[in-house]
């Protein structure tokens, strides 16, 4: 079962990625549709500008929610916590540990 899981975190793992990928590519050619309607000007950039607005926008924001959802999944079929501060508090404590470890150490040697 556990095996099975961790293929399927995987797969939603590279879906995730490119997904994200291409999300971001497509927000970066909106950001270029929008210089070009800058340069161009007048009732042809109005026309570009809405289109993206209107029909670009709202594909682009449902892809990357599904496609954010997607990686939230396979954060919880891989079992990993890391939107948890516990994980912070753990490493937080580790690197006090560490420290005194090395302090203590040090004035051994003196």
Same mark, same amino acid.
């Given at each position: 079962?556990?095996?099975?899981?961790? +293929?399927?975190?995987? %797969?939603?793992?590279? *879906?995730?990625g490119?997904? *994200?990928?291409?999300c971001?590519?497509?927000?970066?050619?909106?950001?270029?549709?929008? %210089?070009?309607?800058?340069? *161009?000007?007048?009732?042809?950039?109005?026309?570009?500008?809405?289109v !993206?607005? +209107?029909? *670009?926008?709202?594909? !682009?924001?449902y892809?990357?929610?599904?496609?954010?959802?997607?990686? !939230? %999944?396979?954060?919880?079929?891989?079992?990993? %916590?890391?939107?948890? !501060?516990?994980?912070?508090k753990?490493?937080?404590?580790? +690197?006090?540990?560490?420290?005194?470890?090395?302090?203590?150490?040090?004035?051994?040697?003196?």
């Amino acid at each position: 079962m556990k095996n099975a899981l961790k +293929k399927i975190a995987n %797969v939603l793992g590279y *879906i995730y990625g490119y997904g *994200i990928m291409i999300c971001l590519f497509a927000g970066g050619l909106t950001f270029l549709g929008y %210089v070009v309607a800058l340069c *161009i000007g007048g009732e042809t950039a109005t026309q570009i500008c809405t289109v !993206i607005y +209107k029909k *670009i926008f709202p594909v !682009i924001i449902y892809a990357s929610t599904l496609t954010v959802l997607l990686g !939230i %999944v396979k954060m919880y079929l891989s079992g990993e %916590v890391a939107l948890t !501060i516990e994980k912070k508090k753990k490493k937080a404590k580790e +690197k006090r540990e560490k420290a005194n470890s090395k302090k203590q150490a040090d004035d051994a040697k003196q």
